[in-house]
């Protein structure tokens, strides 16, 4: 296991190799996640979404540098999971968002690492969650976890996040848009980026104009309003650098919100209680495939295909005794 | 879909701005199967090194239309060795004289490919290659 003891000691090469060990669901990895859970619950995980093209990849340059210089002391560990989609067809994926984190990749507290989806559907690869808890067990104090282009439902992220900052982009519907459920539901730090286009102040004022009917929707006590965390709208140009100061002042006052307020713990609690149930699906799963008579499993499937039975009506039957 | 995938960086090291011929292998080996990251243009062999580290890649592809590729090229194998990836296979494409292919090859460089390669070869060459990786 001298692989794990390395990756937790921040030995890079152990780290990478740890991370594919975990992507791909190899017994190693598995025994690595059981070992390193202990060690985990120290980073600050900070998701990043919004539609392709928002600027995700760019803002998520400056932001880990400028997450990575605290206030005083020492630069932070900081590490990057970047999501780029898989192919459905081939299952290749192809990822760019290194392209734009070229002011990263040679800085020795800065890990950045590449995922495919794999699959997965809501926006984050299969084991990003994994993945981060490798890199939270190797001393990353931040973990920016960015998110692939998202539209309204890829909204996995606001689990496996402590704080998820949309990034949105001018041009990108109207206020309908901006009133359905889904992605801007998530944000606890909305973000207009390219504020450098002219109809981004526009933009702003649709995105604020939906905050404020959200506030106005809440009828909560006097003192649950207090302590009501009021989601802060951004302008950022990720291209100049200009508004990053100021996302990272909203990020860090979320944080120290969460911490007051106990929103750390009630997110923690949450994460726990969908990681038990998963691995609970997993292992019912396995269980039930390992059980199964192969005869009685075919003549299930013949059944359901000749619409006899329906699934539900087939799987009663395999699991009569 | 947990598996093994075969990942492949494909970087261009060096200041010529032609990466046509990256992103033309850089989607076919997507088209194949395979997780390609992409570091776009004006790479330096250390931005390349890191790259290959923190993605823990199978194999490196060095795209060089400069004419620097017997500097580029030793430095990168330097710095991955240093970093303990040695080992990971590295090919080149670009437009490569015969005997500074014939010396890329003795560095270590897996193969040299020059204008008009079909990909379906450096798609065949990469997963006979790193056959034991899937």
């Known amino acids: 296991m001298e692989l794990i003891e390395k990756a937790a000691a921040g030995d890079r090469l152990a780290i990478s190799r ?17 070992e390193l859970y202990a060690r985990g619950g120290q980073a600050a995980i900070i998701g990043v979404t919004g539609p392709s093209g928002s600027g995700k990849s760019t803002l998520v340059n400056r932001l880990a540098l400028a997450l990575s210089c605290p206030e005083s002391g020492a630069p932070r560990q900081v590490a ?15 990822l760019g968002d290194r392209v734009r984190m070229r002011d990263l990749g040679v800085l020795p507290n800065i890990f950045i690492r590449s995922m495919a989806t794999r699959g997965a559907l809501g926006g984050l690869a299969c084991a990003a969650e994994s993945a981060a808890q490798v890199l939270d067990a190797a001393g990353f104090g931040l973990i920016l976890v960015e998110t692939v282009g998202a539209g309204q439902s890829e909204v996995d992220i606001a689990r496996l996040a402590h704080t998820t900052v949309v990034v949105e982009a001018p041009g990108q519907g109207d206020d309908i848009q901006a009133a359905k459920a889904g992605i801007l539901e998530i944000a606890d730090v909305l973000v207009v980026n390219k504020s ?29 309003e207090n302590a009501r965390w009021q989601v802060p709208l951004v302008s950022t140009c990720a291209l100049d650098g200009s508004g990053v100061e100021d996302l990272k002042q909203a990020i860090m006052a979320h944080q120290a919100w969460l911490r007051a307020h106990g929103g750390l713990e009630e997110k ?11 691995a609970a699906r997993e292992h019912l799963f396995k269980e039930w495939q390992r059980g199964l008579d192969p005869g009685k499993y075919r003549q299930a499937l013949e059944n359901v295909l000749a619409r006899r039975l329906s699934p539900r009506q087939a799987l009663e039957r395999l699991l009569k005794p | 879909m947990p598996e093994k995938r075969i990942r492949v960086l494909i970087a261009k ?15 076919a080996l997507r088209d194949a199967g395979m997780e390609v990251i992409y570091t776009g243009l004006r790479q330096t062999p250390e931005m390349i ?5 923190q993605e823990d890649v199978d194999a490196v592809g060095l795209s060089i239309l400069s004419g620097a590729h017997m500097s580029l090229v030793p430095r990168v194998l330097e710095l991955m060795k240093a970093n303990g990836q040695g080992g990971t296979l590295v090919f080149v494409g670009g437009i490569i004289p015969q005997e500074d ?10 193969a040299v490919y020059g204008p008009g390669t079909a990909t379906t070869r450096v798609i065949d060459d990469l997963r006979s290659a790193l056959v034991a990786v899937g």
């Not at chain 1, 923690?268 to 998963?278: I, M, P, Y």
């Not at chain 2, 090291?13 to 850089?26: F, T």
């Not at chain 2, 292919?101 to 897996?110: C, D, K, V």
């Open chain 1, 18 to 34: 740890l991370l594919s060990e975990v992507e791909n669901d190899s017994e190693q990895g598995k025994k690595a996640l059981d």
């Open chain 1, 80 to 94: 990057v999971i970047a999501v780029d989609p898989s192919s459905p067809f081939s299952g290749g994926a192809l």
């Open chain 1, 196 to 224: 450098d286009k002219p109809d981004a102040a526009a933009a702003a004022r649709t995105l604020e104009a939906m905050l404020e009917i959200g506030a106005q929707m809440v009828h909560a006590s006097q003192a649950e």
């Open chain 1, 268 to 278: 923690n609690r949450a994460r726990a209680e969908d990681a038990l149930k998963l």
């Open chain 2, 13 to 27: 090291p060096g200041l010529d701005g032609h990466d046509r011929g990256a992103k033309v292998v850089a989607r």
């Open chain 2, 49 to 53: 090194a890191s790259a290959a580290l």
């Open chain 2, 101 to 110: 292919a014939r010396a890329l090859l003795q560095m270590g460089i897996s």
